[in-house]
């Protein structure tokens, strides 16, 4: 579940950043940083477990994914 949580963390995050750069002309629409970036390690931090999460979920997906575990077909 936690894993979850940073990825959607994760993906808000980017995808705000994204937006902002398109419809902002390049502005800076990083929550994380907005939020944590008078403390840089740890929003260092915060980015490398949102990373770590990724990784888990790339590694676990399959397993507990309903569509892509053993015996599934679509």
């Known amino acids: 579940m936690t894993a979850c949580i940073l990825l959607w963390i994760g993906g808000l995050n ?13 502005a800076d629409w990083n929550v994380v940083h907005m939020l944590l970036g008078s ?3 740890v929003e260092g ?8 999460a990724a990784l888990y ?5 399959k397993k507990t994914c309903k569509m892509c575990g053993s015996g ?3």
């Open 39 to 41: 403390w840089p390690t």
């Open 45 to 52: 931090i915060v980015y490398i477990l949102v990373g770590l």
């Open 57 to 61: 979920e790339i590694f676990t997906h």
């Open 14 to 26: 980017w995808g705000l950043v994204g937006l902002g750069w398109v419809v902002g002309g390049g």
């Open 72 to 74: 599934s077909s679509m």
